[in-house]
């Protein structure tokens, strides 16, 4: 039974968020607990509508999955066109999931410092929903300037000097990014006349050859707005430094932010060019992108000594495998990279939240491994046991830099390993897929991104919990430990339940390969008609 009000439900994760940013911008930044609150009420409301609609998109409430909201009630493609997948759900759920854990890390001192953070906050989640659910590259772009906007504030939040030089940097390359945003939004309205994307779809077969080439150009200038954003190389040269600098439950939401690049393009590639006139542009660039960007954060990631560098170079890597998944063009590779872009989401954002705890300690110290083993060491008399018990702070940094690190280098048993592992099985073809020079150059860079990662992770842990000879436990907070810990078992319940959410993503992807689908839902989207009020009993 079709029930009215739920299909507001997709307007609500961009209509909450926006009321929620201008209330907060009337409470005075004395009234924190109040402010936090209401923060919090709308982070978690966010939580539970975006669990309401990846229900109903699994349980095809709406025709196929694809849920269409006409704002306005102006039929498309004229007006604005929000819809909703699969897919869009779990972004908007994985989302919404990072948020709370990076608010509630910030409640006890970095949603203090400064003002208007969580005005920012709500008016980010707002740029970030709205990315996800719009049909519409003009909008796209509206919402992706008010996602760039708040991070602008976010990123130079409790500001110094070194935050502000990586502000500064971060800036002006998002800046640039928008002026080819918006320039190959022109060449594509120009050539085409219309900027819904299923409707962009729909008239390629329409085109004539020397406009399908200056769509082309309009679409590779946007895609370099995109591509900066999810920080292939040459392009994401900012990443790591502003991830270093920027406070930590900032830069866990970044990780996220890096995500929507690749997602846009997934979308926007998939549906213009998976079949028709243009039918493969682009897929090499995307690929050789990809496996050069893999290659670069692999490096960044071997050289890097600072923490926050090297979840940066993490995050790149992340990214790079994500652009040549894409780039490959197989359906059957699509699933398990959006499986392995959840697991590596969840770990980078831990690892960055839990730096700042791990640099509380201060003095040198005995390495966990150390204490560990001198916890059991005996005395040549057994009743009197010799050892040093392990403080439960350092116990706990220990264990969660332990569990990111499994998870983002793809060690067994955690979700990152199941990740890796499927995208090597895929990528070997049980299915006829091509197993080229490409395919081999690719699993040999998963392969060294794991080894570097393995290398520079534990260089990191040796120096910090097992070069030195005292230590200090650090004083940690209940609200900073919470999130961290939530993050890594959202992780363990992914490698738990790894059949079935990779099932469900292999539901999400199979559509994107069909454009016909989108084309026909947008197509035959009702407008919802009034009666006259004379006419009304």
Request: glycine content about 8%.
């Amino acid at each position: 039974m079709s029930l009215p009000w739920v299909q507001h439900l997709i307007l609500a994760p961009v209509l909450v968020p926006l009321l929620c940013g201008a209330l907060l911008i009337l409470i005075n930044e004395r009234r924190h607990e109040r402010k936090f609150l209401i923060n919090l009420v709308s982070t978690v409301s966010l939580l539970v509508i975006s669990l309401v609609l990846l229900y109903l998109s699994d349980r095809e409430y709406w025709p196929n999955g694809i849920g269409i909201y006409l704002s306005a009630n102006w039929a498309a493609p004229f007006g604005i066109v929000l819809l909703v997948d699969r897919l869009t759900a779990v972004m908007m759920l994985l989302t919404s999931v990072l948020a709370i854990a990076s608010l509630v890390f910030s409640m006890s001192r970095w949603s203090r410092i400064g003002v208007h953070f969580h005005s920012l906050f709500q008016f980010l989640l707002m740029g970030i929903n709205g990315a996800f659910l719009t049909n519409d590259l003009f909008n796209l772009f509206v919402f992706f300037e008010v996602m760039l906007a708040a991070s602008y504030g976010l990123v130079l939040h409790g500001y110094n000097t070194r935050r502000i030089r990586a502000g500064m940097q971060y800036i002006v390359v998002n800046l640039l990014a928008s002026f080819c945003f918006l320039i190959g939004v022109a060449l594509i309205y120009a050539t085409t006349g219309t900027l819904n994307m299923t409707d962009l779809a729909a008239r390629l077969d329409l085109l004539a050859a020397e406009d399908l080439v200056l769509l082309k150009i309009g679409v590779v200038i946007l895609a370099l707005a995109f591509l900066t954003k999810s920080a292939m190389w040459p392009l994401g040269f900012w990443l790591p430094t502003t991830y270093s600098a920027a406070s930590p439950p900032v830069a866990a939401m970044m990780v996220l932010m890096t995500k929507i690049g690749v997602y846009v393009l997934l979308r926007l590639w998939l549906l213009l060019f998976s079949d028709g006139p243009a039918a493969g542009f682009g897929f090499d660039l995307l690929l050789w992108g990809g496996l050069a960007t893999l290659a670069f954060g692999t490096i960044g990631l071997l050289a890097s000594q600072e923490p926050g560098r090297m979840a940066g170079y993490a995050a790149v890597i992340s990214s790079g495998t994500l652009l040549a998944a894409v780039g490959y063009g197989q359906p059957e590779l699509i699933n398990i990279a959006l499986f392995y872009m959840i697991s590596s989401t969840l770990a980078v954002a831990a690892f960055l939240l839990l730096i700042e705890l791990v640099e509380r300690i201060r003095t040198p110290g005995a390495a966990m491994l150390a204490l560990t083993m001198e916890a059991f060491a005996v005395d040549d008399k057994p009743d009197e046991p010799v050892g040093v018990p392990i403080p439960g702070a350092l116990a706990f940094l220990g264990l969660a830099f332990a569990g990111c690190a499994l998870v983002i280098t793809g060690l067994p048993p955690l979700s990152g390993f199941v990740a890796k592992f499927g995208l090597m099985h895929t990528l070997l073809n049980p299915q006829g897929m091509s197993t080229g020079m490409v395919t081999w150059l690719l699993l040999t860079l998963i392969v060294l991104s794991g080894l570097a990662g393995i290398i520079s992770l534990m260089r990191f842990g040796v120096r910090t919990f097992w070069a030195t000879k005292h230590t200090t436990a650090p004083h940690l907070q209940r609200s900073e430990v919470a999130p961290i810990t939530a993050l890594l078992l959202l992780c363990v319940l992914l490698t738990a339940q790894a059949g079935p959410t990779v099932a469900y993503l292999e539901r999400s992807a199979e559509p994107l390969h069909q454009p016909g689908l989108y084309i026909e839902r947008i197509e035959s989207a009702p407008v919802i008609t009034q009666e006259p009020l004379g006419e009304r009993t």
